[in-house]
């Protein structure tokens, strides 16, 4: 069969791809997830502690894995399939899978918020905001009692199969527009939160630590959890657009880069809800009672982003017009995250022989019917979302074990150390992702295992049924693994085949 020409595409720079590789890491988690974590971590003395363990992590987890991941694609040009074949060998194929499988399963739902996102810009720029929680509450309502979801689950999969139908050229158009005008939408909220009377009490929590706090297992539990979301490592995404890369590209300034810009962002954007929250709260409750709420995650952890801030919003001088930036920069994130959910799967399709196209087809043809379910029941879209986002563990440690199948030294030394203008990461990158990355995911899901059974659901953990038991995730997670190690041997020839 004739080889598909996305084969031989490749971004047309270093910043098209490193734009395009933000787009991966920033989004909805940055926004969205990092500051509420950041509260739900924090003490009566401040959230700082929660940073330290956070910044520990990005240089202990996600950035050897970011290095991993770059390194993989650019070595093999193929998704995480055809890449476990080669680095791993064909034995751990189905490892490979899991890792796609993750990501796609994580797509499904997150083309569903990413219409969530879309809804509230559309809102707050034609009609009135909330001036109340009850209002807040009631639209939140109403909009996910309509049709409204599973039309907008419909549109970003579309729009996403339109961006990535000519290959990864609409990648980098679609990421050289939407990143910046994020980043800078990002800056001028923060600028203008902090402004705000009051703020600074917000700035100052977020960046106060209580020591006590670290020695609390879940303070390093969120903290890794968080990298994981944050960032992107694990995922195999990075992977994928890695493949894109030019052949003189390093891979360990880029994965620097993406690491501590990701991270960067967060912060701006802790810094902007954190100063938004405590200006507009702090003059009516008191700082327990602030935290509280940004506590209060609600359902599939939406009370913080779709309810509260649009009635703060709506408490603030120029309020409608930095709502208006909030959801459209809450949107970019998203999209462009989901983006490239849609070709990580595209790409596994296309290395088994499929045209790109038809690839392309079907992928947002299944995600958009095992995307209606969670487009319907919030309950369900908060089952996968705990499912999946804990199974991140595993894949990051699939990732680390697969390079030590191959020989992590010499894997190092023929494909990371020594590219003309990147820097060489040593044995202590070895170190790391033989040790220290596979000794964390084993700890974070024993320790939350341990956490779920005794504390999160001691009466329920073995019930699978129960959405959010150890059961539930064990079930899921095993019936996939069954599958894929039995297919392990049709994946093998499908992908050689065509290599």
């Not at 402004?195 to 020695?215: I, K, N, S």
């Not at 969120?222 to 891979?251: C, F, K, P, S």
């Not at 060489?424 to 939350?448: K, Q």
């Amino acid at each position: 069969m004739e080889q598909d020409s996305s084969r031989q595409e490749h971004f047309s720079s270093r910043l098209g791809l490193l734009l395009s590789v933000l787009g991966i890491a920033v989004g909805t988690g940055n926004i969205w997830r990092f500051p509420r974590i950041v509260a739900q971590s924090s003490g009566e003395e401040g959230g700082g502690a929660f940073l330290i363990a956070w910044v520990i992590f990005l240089f202990l987890w996600s950035i050897p894995l970011i290095i991993a991941e770059y390194a993989i694609g650019h070595r093999t040009r193929r998704g995480v399939v055809g890449s476990f074949m080669q680095v791993a060998g064909e034995r751990f194929a189905w490892m490979g899978a899991f890792v796609g499988f993750v990501s796609t399963a994580i797509m499904f739902y997150y083309a569903v918020v990413t219409g969530w996102c879309l809804y509230y810009f559309f809102q707050v720029l034609l009609a009135p905001l909330p001036d109340s929680t009850e209002a807040a509450t009631l639209s939140w309502e109403a909009f996910q009692g309509s049709a409204w979801p599973v039309g907008l689950l419909a549109l970003t999969l579309g729009l996403g199969a339109l961006v990535l139908y000519r290959g990864v050229s609409g990648i980098e158009r679609v990421s050289k527009v939407l990143l910046p005008v994020l980043l800078a939408i990002v800056v001028v909220a923060m600028l203008r939160a902090v402004t705000l009377p009051g703020a600074g009490e917000g700035v100052r929590f977020l960046f106060t630590p209580q020591w006590d706090l670290l020695a609390h297992p879940s303070t390093w539990l969120e903290a890794l959890t968080q990298n994981a979301w944050d960032t992107g490592a694990g995922w195999g995404l990075i992977l994928t657009y890695a493949i894109y890369m030019q052949r003189g590209h390093g891979v360990v300034k880029n994965a620097f880069l993406t690491g501590i810009c990701n991270n960067t962002v967060s912060l701006l954007c802790g810094i902007m809800i954190f100063g938004i929250v405590f200006a507009i709260l702090g003059e009516q409750m008191s700082r327990l009672e602030v935290l509280e709420v940004m506590k209060a995650s609600g359902p599939a952890s939406t009370g913080l982003t779709f309810i509260w801030m649009p009635q703060l919003f709506a408490q603030m001088p120029f309020g409608r017009m930095f709502a208006i930036l909030f959801f459209l920069a809450l949107s970019f994130a998203a999209f462009t995250s989901l983006v490239s959910m849609i070709e990580l799967a595209t790409r596994v399709l296309v290395d088994g022989g499929m045209r790109r196209q038809l690839a392309l087809g079907l992928v947002t043809a299944v995600g958009f019917l095992l995307g209606l379910p969670s487009a319907i029941s919030i309950d369900f879209l908060s089952n996968q979302d705990f499912v999946w986002g804990i199974g991140l563990m595993i894949s990051g440690a699939f990732i680390a074990l697969a390079i030590s199948k191959n020989g992590i030294t010499r894997f190092r030394e023929e494909t990371i150390d020594g590219i003309p203008g990147d820097w060489s990461v040593g044995r202590r990158w070895d170190f790391l992702i033989r040790i220290v990355v596979p000794v964390e995911a084993a700890i974070l899901l024993i320790w939350w295992f341990y956490l779920s059974i005794t504390a999160y659901a001691p009466d329920t953990w073995y019930d699978p049924m129960d959405p959010f038991s150890v059961a539930t995730c064990v079930f899921q997670w095993g019936i996939v693994l069954v599958m894929l190690v039995l297919a392990n041997r049709w994946m093998v020839r499908r992908t050689l085949v065509h290599q």
